[in-house]
T-cell receptor, first 113, second 112 residues
Framework: GENVEQHPSTLSVQEGDSAVIKCTYSDSASNYFPWYKQELGKRPQLIIDIRSNVGEKKDQRIAVTLNKTAKHFSLHITETQPEDSAVYFCAASSWTGANNLFFGTGTRLTVIP | NAGVTQTPKFRILKIGQSMTLQCAQDMNHNYMYWYRQDPGMGLKLIYYSVGAGITDKGEVPNGYNVSRSTTEDFPLRLELAAPSQTSVYFC???????????FGEGSRLTVL
């Protein structure tokens, strides 16, 4: 099956700085790469996703890049704010109908005011 | 729309007991999933369903069973609970178009 590795496990940044989280995957058949944000005690929620036919996608302060050759993808958050503090999970799947996601182990991001 | 609703939110079980976690969605999604989340381990897929009457195993199915008699409901049954099943369980659903998984609020289960 798919194996997704995520780094770093914890990340602290000053408010206004950028944060980068990196993931690698093992299965070349994977074609869908979402990022989920989970605030303390809450459910995971999708913040951005990218499909294998696209190299980069942006949505306001967040962006995701994908390198299929190297099998890695990254989340970039610019101008970080205290409300960005949460655990972020990357995931991968070979999405055809059911979307069976394989998740990374998570990155706890702390934005220091 | 309520989205995905899970019950109970918290439960303590003794070793060997059985219980069912309930999950219901009102978004008319075909696909439903059960994940477990352990500290520092991310989420792992237990079982999933592509429609009423059809279920299949995920990464970590041992010790669990599911059924899908309607589009809306996807209960997860734990038989003979073990301490290794102490975890937070999330039910989720998705449609065929966006791929987004919509999660329930989670059920925290402790087996003592």
């Amino acid at each position: 099956g798919e194996n997704v590795e995520q780094h770093p496990s914890t990340l602290s940044v000053q408010e206004g700085d950028s944060a980068v989280i990196k993931c690698t995957y093992s299965d070349s058949a994977s074609n869908y790469f979402p990022w989920y944000k989970q605030e303390l005690g809450k459910r995971p929620q999708l913040i951005i996703d990218i499909r294998s036919n696209v190299g980069e996608k942006k949505d306001q302060r967040i962006a995701v890049t994908l390198n299929k050759t190297a099998k890695h993808f990254s989340l970039h958050i610019t101008e970080t704010q205290p409300e960005d503090s949460a655990v972020y999970f990357c995931a991968a799947s070979s999405w055809t109908g059911a979307n069976n996601l394989f998740f990374g182990t998570g990155t706890r991001l702390t934005v220091i005011p | 729309n309520a989205g995905v609703t899970q019950t109970p939110k918290f439960r303590i079980l003794k070793i060997g007991q059985s219980m069912t976690l309930q999950c219901a969605q009102d978004m008319n999604h075909n696909y439903m999933y059960w994940y477990r989340q352990d500290p520092g381990m991310g989420l792992k897929l237990i079982y999933y369903s592509v429609g009423a009457g059809i279920t299949d195993k995920g990464e970590v199915p041992n010790g669990y069973n599911v059924s899908r008699s309607t589009t809306e409901d996807f209960p997860l049954r734990l038989e003979l609970a073990a301490p290794s099943q102490t975890s937070v369980y999330f039910c989720a659903s998705s449609d065929a178009f966006t791929g987004e998984l919509f999660f329930g609020e989670g059920s925290r289960l402790t087996v003592l």
